[in-house]
């Protein structure tokens, strides 16, 4: 099964299992692309937020328009922030952000229990890296990489190239089967 991918503008078309690394500046605006890439041709699709809060999400998705009842939103930080907590249908969440095992569970759970095409976007592996630590985080992402290739879903995985040095991005790269990269100014280069 092949997806549209809508990015910067224009559209292509990837195989099902395909995952993509988002690299972009600490102060890049990724919402755009993140909203783009969920809300065409999918049926569902898992946000995992190590980054916002599962308000702050729905906000997000309310902003650009994106169809929230197709999404699941896994927020590992409202636990830890001590934020109240409304677990549903459609969000979940993890003790602590640095539970690297409970996303990866999750996100698996959401690859089994739902049909069609399914997307995963992942903000951010640099704060899952953060709370986590360097091997948990590239574990994890290793994980859920797996996991959806093997699903034949699509996968989104932000991380920001300020915080991790040269050797760190390529090894993320050599983990995915194409790169966004944004620029400060806004540019956008795909590799697929």
Known sequence: MDYTLT???SDRRVPGGTNL???HPSTGETDRID??????DTDRFL???????AREVRQKLDYYDVDEERAVILDTLSVERGYSRRPSESVHYVAAPDDADAIVEQV????VEHDGKLRV????ITELAYYAGDEAARDAVERMV?????AGAIGLFHLSEEVH?????DDYRSLFDGTIELDEDGTIDVGI
């Open 21 to 23: 690394l988002l690299i």
């Open 108 to 111: 698996e759970r959401f690859l």
């Open 165 to 169: 040095d040269p050797e760190e991005i």
């Open 7 to 9: 990015v910067g503008g």
């Open 146 to 150: 797996e996991l959806v290739a093997d």
């Open 121 to 124: 976007s992942f903000d951010s």
């Open 35 to 40: 909203t783009d890439f969920l809300r065409t």
């Open 47 to 53: 946000v995992v937020s190590t980054r916002t809060t």
